[in-house]
């Protein structure tokens, strides 16, 4: 039903004049890569160059800007996403620019790139309208590069590549470009190539204008480049990889390909709105180079961020599902004149101000003082507090408006993926998605008076990270954390200590295994309980079978004529479930199975719930022992990088840990080891390695898929499930 009331008010514009900065003048961007690549110190760089900060402070003296944890600083990685703005003016330097003149402000999240904290570049992505891609000059596309491209994709996030690091023994433009074609499967092509290789690095070619932006030795801060004709040994790259790009942008935009077939010029100005087109469109991908650590070549990446990457108002209106039905889509356009909607899509516990909730802002205006509803919890809330995020610094304001990233203060029963919107609007917008945890680990506090801060400092843990759980084990009565690595569960017991001042004791990680069924079996579950009065009968069968890998659990309820009542199939689910969760073969949580509900019957009188549920339960377990139930175990992708020389003892050592190796690169200086190992042999492997290659080689894993545990190993498995504490 429509809103008189609305109908009768005049169209808003897109963009309130109230506001600091029109919406198309609004830049939501990710910086995202491999752990190492270079996204903190590109950060910092851009946040000097843009003004806001006037001392760039580098990852190993831990003084930069979005590594503010302690952890972050004496680690040296980016550990969680961090919001900053900041404000770029592209200059008129003779180089035909998209925006010359004109401001705009930049919204910047620093993502982490270390496996273990893969959810904080998940959910940044799911808010973000457009992603910088760093990626090594020498490594080129690496394991964890590949899982950010996939999550860019998932959330339709544009993009733009930046190849890092140009100045290092054994950078190579064109070898990273031609892997993220044949690795990513990205429609990527160069706009600037790289004048200089290694130390002779020096600056950078715009394709589209044919220029030369060469930077001065003498200038340490990288501020100045002089603009000059292209190197004569370059010429004829630079013309030949300006027709390539024309061409290739020609085979996807039927602007530039009329241009072409008509042999009129493609001018520069015309050329990089084709290309705004297709990369707004997520069918192109622009590639730029410099080097962060050297200061070159990163204006030129900052002016494709605001040439090339989408304003709030250029990529699709979000899409929500109205609570009330699930079938029905809701359109929230980007329009400061629509109704507030917005997600929470991070959560954060502040010394200072207590409780935030980071929230993006799809459509409409808030200001302090106004309600917002959240469909999920059916309840409205007060906003008092609105904070402008500047990594560990908060602004207070008094308005967010569509586009804006900001935060909340004090709200209560929050979680992650809230809508936050506007009572009259009515819609759910898709949350982001998180991984499993894969390894858990036993926590018991020294003292009495540290139990009840372990039990605070948990659950804000839990509230602001959703790959985090925590839960008792009804065996032993241990309480168990459970994680995404080794490294995110000390961070964990690391902030217990420091933020929560909890001492604890804690015991080795163990892995989080799965169960699972080969077999299709039927099985019946009766619970039968007569003691003098009313009794308890419940009676149930059903049919298990495996299903599609990565499907999870499905049930269904094939039960005709009555033979249950309507009102005992939902507690014969609950029953499955809890079945499910336990597991059948050694107490771990099944997946990927199929359950139907065949029949059964039940008693007038002493039937019940609680009768019906155990009944489920002992049906789905009778079930599962005969249908060949297994466990499986996590398997992650490994990518060792070493000197030729270590190669067959780390060959030799990933065989030993049960890897399999599916491919051996060569590479500038080193050597790439493919492979995949079971998550169990991988505790310690960072000792080992240095050990084996005295320091020489690296290796990253991600997670890759669950595989069946081998019998040798299922024995032990078994021998020791218990999870014994020890003291940390």
Known sequence: MSDANSIQKPVKPVSDPDRDYAIDRTRNIGIAAHIDAGKTTTTERILFYTGLIHRMGDVDDGNTVTDWMEQERERGITITSAAISCYWQQKDEGLQKLFTGISHRVNIIDTPGHVDFTAEVER????????????????????????????????NVPRIAFVNKMDRTGANFDNAVLEMRKKLGAYAYPVVLPIGREENFRGVVDIINQKALVYDDSDEMGLNYRVTEIPEELKESASFALEELIHAVADRDDQIAELVLEEKPVEPLVLKQGIRRLTCSLQFVPVL???????????????????????????????????????????????????????????????????????????????????????????????????????????????????????????????????????????????????????????????????????????????????FRTFTNEETGQLIISGMGELHLDIIRDRLFR??????????????????????????????????????????????????????????????????PKEYIPAVIDGVNEAIAGGVLAGYPMVDVKVRITDGSFHEVDSSELAFKMAGIFAFKDAAKRANAILLEPIMKVEVATPEEYQGDLLGDLSRRRGKIHGIEMKSQATILNSEVPLAELFGYATVIRSLSKGRAAYSMTPSHFEMVPQSVLEKVMDTKEIKPSRA
């Open 124 to 155: 940044s992505m799911r808010v973000l309208d457009g992603a910088v891609a760093v990626f090594c000059g020498v490594a080129g596309v690496q394991p964890q590069s590949e899982t950010v491209w996939r999550q860019a994709t998932k959330y």
């Open 289 to 467: 180079c410099g080097s962060a650590f050297k200061k070159r070549g990163v204006q030129p990446m900052v002016d494709a961020v605001i040439d090339y990457l989408p304003s709030p108002i250029d990529v699709p209106p979000a899409i929500g599902q109205d609570p009330d039905d699930a079938t029905k889509t809701v359109e929230v356009e980007s329009n400061d004149g629509k109704k507030f909607c917005s997600l929470a899509f991070k959560l954060w516990s502040d010394p200072f101000v207590g409780k935030l909730v980071f929230f993006r802002v799809y459509s409409g205006r808030l200001d302090k003082g106004d309600f917002i509803y959240n469909p999920r919890t059916r309840k409205r809330d007060r906003i008092t507090r609105i904070m402008r995020i500047q990594a560990d610094k908060r602004t207070e304001v008094d308005s967010a408006f569509a586009g804006d990233i900001a935060a909340f203060v004090g709200l209560k029963n929050v979680t992650t993926g809230d809508t936050l919107c506007d009572e009259s609007l009515s819609v759910l917008l898709e949350p982001p998605t998180f991984p499993d945890p894969v390894l858990s680990m036993a926590i018991e506090p020294k003292t009495r008076f540290d139990r009840d801060k372990l039990s605070v400092g948990l659950q804000r843990l839990a509230e602001e990270d959703p790959t």
């Open 499 to 564: 933020e929560f001042k909890v001492e604890a004791n804690s015991g080795a990680p163990q892995i989080a295994y799965r169960e699972t069924i080969t077999g299709k079996a039927e099985g019946e579950g009766k619970f039968i309980r007569q003691s003098g009065g009313r009794g308890q009968y419940g009676h149930a069968l059903v049919e298990i079978e495996p299903n599609e890998r990565g499907k999870g659990l499905e049930i269904e309820n094939k039960i005709v004529g009555g033979t249950i």
